[in-house]
């Protein structure tokens, strides 16, 4: 039976693209109950509506403060019976009132290979610091920015004289896959966690053949 999904959102929304594109496809074996945005006139809200998708404006600057806010997420996201929780591109820390009430069922995409690079421009970051590899992190979230266990990695070398849009462009094409890659364990109760070691129990599922351009850790299954 698929599992309730819903997303949480600041900007375009290319990632919640992705998992809703893989859904339609029958990949991902989810239901996106619900997409939030804290922001108006955010992207991802006309992705979602024009998907058919439940969505929900919740402009956190009409809150008194993070702690009201994150009560009026819970709520909502309770009411549409999320059971998974997507940050894709949410451009705010969550409490930890809000990870308590979707304890171990919140996960982040990271244009970073994390712990390497944390924050808001972690891929801007990876390539000023002259880094020779760099990549994405699909993770759980914790009351740390950007610090939870890791689920899935992909990795991608930084070219020569490379500049920061064609590298977040490599990066952004891996997100597309390794976030609903995740997502899809989750739904099929794979992920063992204990402590920060993340283990994914075995399926019959055919693996991606490696690209020469990229790792990806745990290896990609089929139409991933």
Known sequence: MPVNIAILASGNGTNAQAIMDKI???VLNARLCLVVSNRPGAGVLERARKAGVPTLLLDHTAWADRTAYDAALVSAFREHGAEYI?????????????????????????????????????????LAYGVTLTGCTAHFVDEAMDSGPVIIQAAVPVHAGENLESLMERIHALEHRIFPQALQWLAQGRVIRKDRLVCLAPTGAKRVRRRDDCLVWPPLEENF
């Open 24 to 26: 339609a496809a029958g």
């Open 86 to 126: 997507a940050l894709a591109g949410y451009m705010r820390l969550v409490t930890a009132q809000f990870l308590r009430a979707f304890e171990g069922r919140v996960v982040n995409i990271h244009p970073s290979l994390l712990p390497s690079f944390p924050g808001l421009r972690g891929g801007a970051d990876a």
